[in-house]
């Protein structure tokens, strides 16, 4: 899809890392055991498989996403049936083959891990399907919202993993130099497509000129590592498609007539491929609609703000809520990001930046981003339906809440 290769190597990585975390969870997915109020009875929770588990992916991730969800999805017993992007199926092919061949060494069918390739109509299909009891989509908030519905409408379970506008929050008190090194990965990596890259950078007027400068600075030292996505020297490679070239492009126009002033890039690049200058832009109000609006590109705004408090309502007030960072040694303001009146993202960082999720947490976001958990800590639990059982071990039937029928 256009990233370097150690990235695509690392994404390869991340679905080693994932099953050898599914196997160790396999042998840790705990019910409950709870007191009941009746004498001589038991009350537990049983956790079963879903069946068959829907997996449709996004071209950014044309590896890792399947791989969060069919380690765990397999560990808690299901089957799986996935539609990769349909620009990226040659991925999508090379895995399923991996999957298969490692199922059948291990005497199980291949089947068990099945894949289909199409386009729209695929995927409608799908979420249309009965036979679908959890599906899960990853991709843009737009076709989510579509996915969403259809599978509600049959009552299923979706799994939405949608947009994100991601801000990093910049306090009086922050490291600029960390500052910079973070947002240096975190605006231009993968050349702005992870649905975790930083799109909003809110500052404190106290500092903001300082980061502005550093950040232009850090910025003209990629701009000559822009090229082939497989030679040793790139950092940043293409953009993914036509349609991403062209909202870069509508972007930066917004930007410049709502007031906006390019910093930094701002232009493509004539060579073969969907080549762009990442780009800094500053100036714009912190609600202008082409900075609520999430552009799959390595555009970033930079924001002044005149408190930390400020920069947590900026933070808050767009429509997705995937991920968020700040930037600051104070315990206070630590503890005030993390807490009931911070961020309300999915994912809340603090000295590091809004990319580069580990697979041992819940990965997913809230509001617009869809809802959904992936990979760890208790996503196990969308992939598997839970029943309260009570045991009674007695031959008295005594009733709940004290109630007599006699």
């Given amino acids: 899809m256009g990233k370097i290769l150690p990235e695509g190597i690392g994404e390869v990585q991340e679905y080693v890392d994932i099953c050898d975390y599914a196997v160790g969870l396999s042998r840790m997915l705990e019910g409950k055991v709870l007191p009941s109020e009746r004498p001589g009875h038991v009350l537990l929770e049983q956790w079963n498989p879903l069946g068959v588990v829907g997996v449709i992916s996004a071209f950014n991730f044309p590896v890792a996403v399947y791989g969060w969800n069919n380690a765990i999805a397999l560990v808690c017993g299901n089957t799986l049936l996935w539609k990769g992007a349909p620009s990226t199926p040659l991925c999508s092919i090379a895995t399923t083959k991996i999957v298969a061949q490692v199922l059948e060494r291990n005497g199980l069918p291949g089947a068990i891990c099945s894949l289909v390739t199409g386009g729209a109509n695929i995927g409608e299909a799908m979420a249309n399907d009965k ?208 807490g009931p009146k911070g961020s309300d993202c999915g994912i809340v960082n603090v000295n590091i930046p809004t990319s580069g999720a580990e697979i041992g947490g819940a990965f997913g976001g809230e509001k617009h981003t869809g809802g959904g958990r992936e990979s760890g800590s208790d996503a196990w639990k969308q992939y598997m339906r839970r029943s309260t059982c009570t045991i009674n071990y007695t031959r008295e039937l005594p009733l709940a809440q004290g109630i007599k029928f006699e």
């Fill in 131 to 338: 036979r679908l009891p959890l599906l899960s989509f990853t991709g843009s908030t737009q076709v989510g919202k579509k996915v969403g519905v259809a599978v509600q409408e049959r009552f299923g379970k979706h799994l939405l993993e949608l947009g994100g506008n991601n801000a990093i929050i910049v306090a009086e008190d922050a490291d600029i130099d960390v500052v910079i090194r973070a947002s240096l990965f975190a605006c231009v990596g993968t050349a702005g497509q992870r649905c975790t890259t930083t799109r909003r950078l809110i500052v404190h007027e106290k500092v903001y000129d300082e980061v502005l400068s550093k950040l232009v600075k850090a910025y003209s030292q990629v701009i000559d590592r822009i090229g082939d996505p497989l030679e040793e020297t790139t950092l940043i490679g293409p953009l993914h498609s036509k349609l991403s070239f062209e909202g870069y492009l509508k972007a930066i126009e917004d930007a410049k007539a709502a007031g906006g002033k390019v910093e930094f890039g701002g232009k493509i690049i004539e060579r073969p491929g969907f080549y762009v200058e990442p780009t800094i832009i500053s100036g714009l109000p912190h609600d202008a609609p082409v900075v609520h609006r999430e552009t799959f590109a390595p555009i970033v705004y930079v924001l002044k703000a005149s408190s930390v408090e400020e920069s947590i309502s900026w933070n808050n007030e767009v429509d997705q809520g995937l991920s968020s960072s700040i930037f600051t040694q104070n315990l206070g303001n630590v503890f005030k990001w993390i």
